[in-house]
Structures are given as structure tokens and as C-alpha cells.
């Protein structure tokens, strides 16, 4: 990739004291990617950000943006452009004077100026709200706004601090959507930090996920869903059931069997962590697992049930019940699993995720 | 029911009332000592220098050089005004109110600026250092600058030895202007900083990211922002100068002098209460004409 590589990042560190916030960090975006950096606060993704954007210097390491190392430049005369948690509109300008004041700074010619911010607040479905001020904004239209200032400057690389996190969950899918829709149709490079994983699974090329200043996994967010390279990531990224049982003889005992599967062979016996999703386990009429609770989450119903290896979630859709046939707490059932969809952990040594059959 | 009714609703009108009249109550006392202290005062006052003499007030119906008349007349200030000797202390006093605000924004600002942006040591260092100023007696101050600053002085004599030329501020405006901002420039780094703390930072990241440099910043952003601030620091230490006595009084000069001297001449050693009054009126025409941009500020601040 690196050949292509529109934004790249080479070895960034950055401490504070003792703290490391990011570890010696590589990443590449090709032009017009979406790559959103997924991990818990703490982790370093702002870090990364803010050195990126020019606000925080790195202790170690380069940033290209087209192949021009900006390093050093300070904030004011990178090629990026920022929208941040909070709207971060200036209040004692109107929403007219907040997207031009980059333009003014440039010293932009009048009509010019006039011509962008209008065709960028129509971009962001706010075209007749030039003479509001900050205040009179709602929360998606501040964010709106604040990507309008952005996007007016023509930046090579758009940055996004979390900007939907301070929006309700209605409000967020739509702009989240928006945003994505924006940003391909501009086609511009994203780097976007967020510890929402639906947000960065539904709007993302690509995801990197981060823990104590490093990036555990990069990837598509189909393939970091499916196949999280390590119980780490598989805990962050969407829900996870991680149990604890053993190899006997090369076969997994779980769930009251055990199984030989073609991934085990090249294992020795002994305690074995495994994670699986709740939607991909199965309830079958049998025994093995009690149910404990029934939760309805509209698309689904998530059943807790108690297992030999501790409580499990697992997800059944109302369309693959028998007629007839509910769940109730109390009742037994036969937990199933799909070998691939197994992710085995021995030891703190992460091993590999089993591959299809 | 309807009678339960009917005696909740009663009692529910009578509570407003009775919460009225409480709150009335509890605001009475310092509205009293207000008027007492504060408006009682200034009317007689204003009464006094415009020539109407209480006859049962001994102190301003003693004193030499009255104005007595039956009607509101302006012959106390006609007389003052024709004294070049008044219109110097008034220039002086205004002046040096002026350049003291202007200096202690300045310098306030600054340091508010610098202690609020820098986290190093000497930035740490100032932090502390700036508030000394404030549990330090004005009338000990003033002689701690009246050794350093005179002529013969710490920093006089230092000049001496390297046999460069000194003039010293003390017993001229300057003097007056540097007790002013020793002694004003705690609360206003407190006022501003307290301003700069409200200011979030994404605000000014917000600003770097369009391509502000620091004065872009500072002009188009911090400022603005912060604009209130300033002018209630501005306000509150010009009226401060206009009626401070103690830095003038120790090292200010002798001719012209500032007016809360002046006054204090008149009033004690001159036995002329009328003009003394007459010279505090103005000097509260003026810092009034200050208070209304405080008035205005905090208006404009509320509608933001």
C-alpha cells in the first residue's frame, strides 16, 4: 500500500511523563479512504488525531500527506481539516462568518468566498442558515455546520474527532450516514477517531483498532467483525461470548461435547479460552445450557443462559422458532457453534481464529 | 371534594404572596443600608455643591468660601472650573486613570495570556507570584516602590554606579502609574484568566485548524471571547484610579495633584468642604460614565 499511500503515518509516539499514549504507530490511507481509529478511551486514537492535525507534536515519527512530510508544520498550515467532539463554533460569529473565516484568513477573494461557503452550506443541507448564530443551532446542525467550516477550506485530509458522540442515537445514525455520503462524494482522504464500533463497522473502508497506544488490528470492517485477529479486539468489536474450557486429545470440550475440529490439530492439550458471537450460536432442542433470561432487542431476542463454562448470550431471530416452541427461562437447551466461527486463545497467546470448513 | 378543592387553590394563591413578601423581607436590609450609605449621601452631596447648605449640618455649613442659595445653582463648579489649578488635577487625575487602565489591561492580559497557554516553571512561577501584590497593604507597597523607584533608591543607585542617567517616576505620574498597576494587576490577571478558563479549547484548535496564527487568534478569537472581561477589568480600574487616595497621596506629585488629594486638601487643611464636595460629584460623574460600560457589558454578556 505504501506506494499509494495518501496519508501516512511512520512510527508516531507520544508520551506524557511515564504515560505512552501512542506506540510507535504506522498507518496508510489510500486517497479518498474512510479509516476510522475504534478503541476505549485512553487509547491514543485522539492522540494520533491531534498529531495528525498539527496540535500535538510527536515525540518520534514522520506524517506524509501526498507524499509531503508535514511533521513540522504547525496546525495553521497543514492540509487538514478538523471537526471536533463539540462543535467548537465560534459564538460571537454567525454561522456565515464561522465557515469564511478560513477563507478571510487565506484572503480569498470576496465573490469567491461568497460562492464556497454557499455551495458548502448547501453540501451540508444548510443553506439558509448563514445569519444564525451558534446558539440558535441544534446539536446535528452545530456538527453540520462545524464539517461546513471543514470541508470550505478544501483540506486533503479530513479529520473527525468523535463528532457524532454528543448527538442522540437518532440523530447520529443520520448524520453518521450523511457525513459518509459527504466524504465520498468529495472524495476526501478521513481519518476518523471514534470508540463507537457500529459507527465505525457502518461507515468505515477500513478500521484500525487501538489499545494502549497501539493498533491491534487494521482492517475491513467486515474482516475485523468475522475474523478479530485477537480476543482483545474480539471483546471490543461488537459482543462477545469468552469462555473458558480445555483441549482433551486435540478435541474442544465445550458445551457438554467435545468436538475435533481440522484447527486443532496442531494444538496441545490444555486450559483454552474461546470466544464466540451470540449470533453465532444455535438453540436446539436438548440439554447443556439453562436459560436464566429472555431480553428483547426489536431485531432479536437475546437469551442469557448458564453453561458449564459460565453464563453465555446468545442471539435466536422469533422467525427460526419451531410453531409452538418458546423460550422461557428455566428451560434447557442445546447450544450449537459454527467451528469457524471459533476464536481460540491458549494461554495469553493468541493462536488463530479456525478456518472455514 | 370541590371544598378540598376550593381550600387548596386558596392556599396555593396565598403562597405567592407570602414567598413575596419574604423575599421583600430578605432584600430590605441591604437595599436599606444602600440607601443609607450609599444614596443618601450622594444626594446631599450633589444638594451641597449646587449651593443648597443644610442649615443643621455643621459640617457643611462651617466651612470657608460658601455658595449658599434658595435654588439649585452650578456656581460652586463655575468657580472651580476657573481655577487652572482644578483643570490640572482633573486632566492628571483622568490621565492617569487612563493610562493606569491601559497599562494594567496590557500587562493583565498578558500575563493572563502567557500563565494560561504555558504550563513550564516560569510560567508556574507566575502564576503565584502575580497575587503577592494582593496581601500587600497599598500604604506598604507604595513605600516598598517609593525605595526602589526614588531617585536615590535601589534601582537609582544602581543606575548611579554604571553612571547611566535616572529619572526617577516617583513624585511625578509615573509613580502614581506604577503603584496603580502594582496594585491592580492581581485582579485583573484574575478577571481575564478566570475569562481564558471559560474559553474552550477546541474553540482555539478550531481556530489553528482554519489557519489562524497567534495574532488571528488573539484578535479574532481570544478577544472577542473575552472582550466582557476586559472591559469590567478596564471599568473597575479606571474608577479605582479616579478615586484612589493613598498612591497618589505617597507618590504622586505635588503640582497638579490628583483630586482625591485635592480634595482631601480642601476638605482638611483648605476648610473648603464645598469644592471638595463639588470635585467628589465630578469624580463620580466621571466613574459613573465607566460604571454604565460595565452596565453595558454585563448586559451584552447576558444576551450572549
Known sequence: MSEVAFLALEGLAKSYGSFQAVRALSLQLREGELLSLLGPSGCGKTTTLRMVGGFTAPDQGSIRIAGEDITKYPAEVRPTGMVFQRAALWPHMNVWHNVAFGLKIRRVPRPEIYRRVRETLELVGLPDSGKKYPPQLSGGQAQRIALARALVLRPKVLLLDEPFSNLDAQLRLRLREEVRSIQQLSGLTTLLVTHDQAEALAISDRIAVMESGEVLQECNPADLYTRPANLRVARFVGEMNVLKTELIGGALKLFGECARHHSLDALVDGPVTVAIRPEDLVLEPGQGARIESVSDLGHALQVHLQTAHG??????????????????????????????????????????????? | MTTLQAGARTQQEKRPIRAQLTGLLLVAPPIALLALLVAWPAVSAISFSLGLIPGNNLLFSQGLHLIRSDHPTFQVYKALWGQPAFRADLALTVGVALWSTLSICVLAYALALYTHFHRHRLATLLRSLYLVPMFVPVVIASYGLLLFFEGRGWLGSLIAQLGAPYRS???????????????????????????????????????????????????????????????????????????????????????????????????????????????????????????????????RQRKL
Not at chain 2, 182 to 209: K, N, S, T
Open chain 1, 311 to 357: 453464563p453465555v448470550r446468545a442471539w435466536t431471530s422469533r422467525k427460526t422458532l419451531r410453531p409452538g416452541e418458546s423460550v422461557r427461562p428455566g428451560a434447557q437447551r442445546c447450544l450449537l457453534y459454527r467451528e469457524d466461527r471459533l476464536l481460540l486463545e491458549i494461554s495469553a497467546r493468541e493462536v488463530s481464529d479456525a478456518p472455514s470448513t
Open chain 2, 169 to 299: 517616576p516617583i513624585f511625578h505620574q509615573g509613580g502614581v502609574v506604577l503603584g496603580q498597576v502594582w496594585q491592580g494587576i492581581p485582579f485583573g490577571v484574575l478577571l481575564l484568566g478566570a475569562g481564558l478558563e471559560q474559553i474552550a479549547p477546541e474553540l482555539l484548535d478550531a481556530a489553528r485548524d482554519c489557519g489562524a496564527n497567534i495574532w488571528t487568534l488573539l484578535g479574532r478569537v481570544i478577544l472577542p471571547l473575552n472582550w466582557t472581561g476586559l472591559l469590567i477589568v478596564a471599568t473597575f480600574t479606571f474608577i479605582g484610579g479616579m478615586g484612589s487616595f493613598t498612591i497618589p497621596f505617597l507618590l504622586g506629585p505635588n503640582a497638579p495633584q490628583l483630586l482625591a488629594v485635592e480634595m482631601n486638601n480642601y476638605f482638611g487643611s483648605f476648610d473648603q468642604p464645598q469644592p471638595a464636595v463639588a470635585m467628589a460629584v465630578l469624580t463620580f460623574l466621571i466613574a459613573s460614565l465607566a460604571g454604565g460600560l460595565y452596565v453595558f457589558a454585563t448586559y
